[in-house]
């Protein structure tokens, strides 16, 4: 069975951090690049980031760039998101997601989703 299991979301004031993981299972993990994805109140799902898990390549939405760092533990299959500097408008869910190849530069179907972990930004 396939799983994606997210962890780490939670209340942080505005400047805070805190980090994500999503631990996977399933399927062959070096096979895939990962990533997550938010969707705040009212607005459609949006990229965030992805690592490839194969060879490292990152990638990151110009909204977060510089204050969100992406990185894998292939031998735990396991994605993490550090978040930094966060700001009200973080706030959102926070989809982990799988395919075969990172999102950002070419369409790649998305085959794998979590359930999402909230993370609420106070000012």
């Known amino acids: 069975e396939v799983q994606l299991v997210e962890s780490g979301g939670g209340l942080v004031q505005a400047g805070g951090s805190l980090r994500l993981s999503c631990a996977a299972s399933?399927?062959?993990?070096?096979?895939?690049?990962l990533g997550w994805f938010r969707q705040a109140p009212g607005k459609e799902r949006e990229e965030v980031s992805c690592i490839s898990t194969g060879d490292g390549s990152t990638y990151y939405a110009d909204s977060v760039k510089g204050r969100f760092t992406i990185s894998s533990d292939n031998a735990k299959n396991t994605v993490y998101l550090q978040m930094n500097s966060l700001k009200p408008e973080d706030t959102a869910v926070y989809y982990c997601?799988?395919?075969?190849?990172?999102?950002?530069?070419?369409?790649?179907?998305?085959?794998?989703w979590g359930e999402g972990a909230l993370v609420t930004v106070s000012s």
């Open positions: 399933g399927f062959r993990f070096d096979d895939y690049a």
């Open positions: 997601a799988a395919a075969s190849g990172c999102w950002f530069e070419y369409y790649y179907r998305i085959e794998y």
